[in-house]
């Protein structure tokens, strides 16, 4: 059973603090994302990794920024959070490709609320 | 840049058939995919288009029209668990696999 896992559900910060979001999966896929999800606003890219060590800034990725030292994980940093940084963080990854495999599978999301 | 449009709500009733629209635009299309989110939960693959046409998988269909920059998701026989969200996301021929999400359709099926 392939899995993306998010360390953790819920999340409570201080404003100012700096914020680790730890993603982990286990199907050698090549792609990794975060995304962040607000009410009528949908999925929005934050940021985006095809290799190790390599990224690419999605549509928000102000306030934010990532690492990725391993194939499977991939960090999401919150340099100093702000109450606008309140959000569910979805983490992906995919097969990287052109077929149909490329499907992305989700962790179950991060709700972090920066107080 | 790109521009992914769906309907924010849609309602329908138990037993009907219901077709959730998305229309897009984007440089480098390269695919398009329907997700769908229950509440509370991750977003979980329904199906994929890159082609244009129909593609058929039980209850759930969904077409693509590369011209038009325009797909659907047709759900059938609806049933009270259908009741989610539905996520259409395009992908880009960058890197293989970038997707970028719609805001996504609220379906509420009723009795």
């Known amino acids: 059973d392939v899995k993306v896992t998010q360390s953790s559900r819920y999340l409570v910060k201080r404003t100012g603090e700096k914020v680790f979001l730890e993603c982990v999966q286990d199907?050698?896929?090549?792609?990794m994302f975060w995304y962040r999800q607000d009410p009528g606003l949908g999925l929005r890219l934050i940021y985006f990794s095809y290799d190790v060590k390599m990224k690419e800034k999605g549509d928000i990725p102000e306030g934010y920024s990532v690492s990725r030292e391993k194939k499977e994980r991939f960090s999401l940093i919150l340099e100093s959070a702000s109450t606008n940084q309140t959000s569910m963080y979805l983490c992906?990854?995919?097969?990287?490709?052109?077929?149909?495999?490329?499907?992305?599978?989700f962790g179950q999301g991060t709700r972090l609320t920066v107080v | 840049g790109q521009n992914i449009d769906q309907p924010t709500e849609m309602t329908a009733t138990e037993g009907a058939i219901v077709q959730i629209n998305c229309t897009y635009q984007t440089s480098g299309f390269n695919g398009l995919f329907w997700y769908q989110q229950h509440a509370g939960e991750a977003p979980t693959f329904l199906s994929y288009n890159v082609l244009d046409g129909l593609e058929e998988k039980g209850r759930f269909s969904s077409f693509l029209s590369r011209s038009k920059g325009y797909s659907y998701l047709l759900l059938k026989e609806l049933q009270m668990k259908d009741s989610a969200s539905y996520l259409c996301?395009?992908?880009?021929?960058?890197?293989?696999?970038?997707?970028?999400f719609g805001q996504g359709t609220e379906l509420s099926v009723k009795p």
């Open positions: 199907m050698d896929h090549e792609n």
């Open positions: 996301a395009v992908r880009r021929n960058n890197q293989g696999g970038k997707l970028i």
């Open positions: 992906a990854s995919n097969q990287g490709g052109q077929g149909l495999n490329t499907e992305a599978f």
